[in-house]
């Protein structure tokens, strides 16, 4: 096997990731246009998206990272909005849709229709949710677009095999239609539900964070494999045990957390980077099969379906946000109230992504009989440049949209006063049982470790509160930006004697591995602090 062009496929898009940093267009965008743009460089392979390694390989890992990082309590006070986005609304354009494409296109049938609308139906709101994070969309909105984009893979997927049985010929009914979706649904939570439990069990049992961080990256796809194997949904279990163990970290050993928390963070980097490069290098090999379709005529039906697309979100959305809250005096009550930006937001934010480009090449080529699948390469055309399209028009504009709405982004200052009071009432519980602790005989200490501690406990508490103090005139810094430096600067001083130290052979090289790694905890601390203000304001 020729690893090169695997090699250069990741190298390329991290890099290009990289430098999206430093622009203000969002990452997608900028690794779809270069894969654009070498999908037609003399030399560059042709990658060809594969299903068999996208869908277990690939979705698996993605899902799991998004699922840590949500809000199992968010989600559940949100479940009615998700839930109308990620089944009804996918349900929904999968049949718009396709129905448009059945009657526009000459000579589709609607079995082939309702597969290429079971394809384009899910949104990828990675894109979306980073633009989100990015402006700092209410928190509400933004749970609305994680929790879609958790659940709306499985809804497409199972649609779509559903759509593709009848167009291949195996002479499904609606009610067998019906019964599978609901089997793969109900399977993919109860496998998820099954598991959950004794994987979060063994990963607080294990002791050694290397085994933990190795069950950690099997996770999903053991949580995939055995609903798929069953016949359910893979995508709600990956989904489901997520959910669980992210609502229940804190229950692991911090070192693990940390490790944790590292490695995820790179996995999601390089499949996101790699995944959205990958959907531009198609570009050369779904026009190459465009085959009897011209130019102009694959444009115009591209037009069509795009446009389907976009009009079926806003259909869907707006009576999905308003008619529950004008029947239902329950859910005016139970839920706070919105206004016509907020569906606009929403609606817009239907960016395709990879999971659709990766169901889409993987329709059979034959039907039953062996003729082969109605107009798949033209389903295969119509699914790039829709995803394209919702890319490069949405993602764009979707900021622009935000802020000539003058939708309230987060409020920094309430964030960071909610988060003094928190570490103000653990504080002083801490204190507490400080106390209690020092008490008893057998905790005695010296009145300096003793006193050490009680300064730690106000250095936490305090640091939280300098953020809503002054500014430094000079520097611009807060109090606690200040000390943050400061502090580094330190950590680098010692940092330096201790490799002089080893440099003149007064300690050993495993002696040195160990210095720097306290200090490398004591950095890690300091820049998930300052990260962490950061992404409040």
């Known amino acids: ?18 430098a999206a940093r430093r622009t203000p267009v969002p990452a997608p965008l900028l690794l779809v246009a270069a894969g654009l743009i070498c999908s037609y460089v003399p030399g560059v392979p042709d990658y060809t998206l594969d299903p068999h390694i996208v869908l277990p390989l690939v979705l698996p890992p993605l899902l799991h990272t998004a699922a840590l990082d949500s809000s199992y309590l968010d989600l559940r006070a949100n479940l009615r909005p998700v839930a109308l986005l990620s089944v009804g609304y996918v349900l929904f ?24 609308g079971a394809v384009v139906a899910p949104p990828d709101a990675v894109a979306a949710t980073a633009i989100a994070r990015r402006i700092g969309l209410p928190s509400r909105l933004t ?28 002479g499904v009914s609606w009610t ?57 949904s893979g995508v709600l279990a990956v989904v489901v045990v997520g959910l669980y163990l992210g609502h229940h970290s804190w229950q692991v050993d911090f070192a693990t ?86 569906p606009v937001i929403v609606g817009w934010a239907g960016m395709r992504g990879v999971v ?35 890319l490069v028009v949405h993602g764009l504009t979707l900021p622009s949209l935000i ?13 960071t006063l909610a988060e003094a009071q928190a570490q103000n009432s653990a504080s002083l519980a801490a204190e507490r049982r400080l106390e209690e602790l020092l008490a008893d005989e057998r905790n005695a200490l010296p009145p300096p470790l003793a006193d050490r501690l009680h300064t730690v406990l106000e250095q936490r508490r305090n640091a939280v509160w ?55 905890l004591e950095e890690a601390a300091l820049y998930r602090e300052g990260a962490t203000e950061g992404e409040g304001g």
């Open 466 to 520: 300098e953020r809503l103090g002054a500014v430094n005139e000079v520097t611009g810094e807060s109090a606690d930006d200040t000390y943050r430096r400061l502090a580094r600067e330190m950590i680098e001083a010692e940092r330096k004697v201790f490799v002089d130290l080893r440099d003149a052979r007064r300690i050993d090289d495993e002696m040195l591995r160990s210095l720097l790694r306290r200090l490398d």
């Open 176 to 232: 067998e239609g019906v019964r599978e979706f609901v089997f793969a649904a109900v399977g993919g939570v109860v496998v998820g539900l099954i598991l959950m439990v004794p994987l979060h069990w063994l990963r607080t049992r294990l002791r050694d964070p290397l085994l933990q961080n190795t069950l950690s990256l099997l996770i999903p796809f053991v949580a995939y494999a055995t609903a798929e194997q069953a016949g359910a």
């Open 356 to 390: 659709s480009l990766a169901i889409a090449f993987s329709i059979p080529q034959t039907v039953h009989g062996g003729a082969p699948f109605p107009a798949r390469n033209l389903i295969l055309f119509l699914t790039f440049t829709t995803v394209i399209g919702t």
């Open 403 to 415: 802020r000539l709405l003058g939708v309230p982004g987060r409020d920094p200052r309430a964030e």
């Open 257 to 342: 957390r940390l490790q944790e928390a590292a490695v995820w963070r790179m996995i999601a980097f390089i499949l996101e980077s790699a995944v959205f490069a990958l959907i531009g290098l198609q570009l050369r090999v779904v026009v190459a099969g465009l085959g009897e379709y011209g130019a102009g005529q694959a444009a115009w039906y591209a037009a069509i379906v795009f446009l389907a697309v976009v009009a079926a979100r806003f259909i869907w959305v707006f009576p999905a946000t308003f008619l529950p809250r004008m029947l239902f005096p329950g859910i005016r009550e139970r839920e706070p109230g919105t206004d016509w930006t907020a």
């Open 143 to 170: 749970t609305v677009l994680q929790g879609e984009s958790l659940f709306n893979d499985a809804t497409a997927i199972t649609g779509y095999r559903v759509a593709l049985a009848a167009a291949v010929g195996e």
């Open 93 to 116: 354009a999968t049949v718009a849709v396709g129905a448009v494409a059945h009657l526009l296109i000459p000579g589709l049938p609607l079995t082939a229709a309702l597969v290429l």
């Open 1 to 18: 096997m020729d690893v090169l062009p695997l090699l250069m496929l990741v190298a390329g898009s991290a890099v290009v990731a990289g």
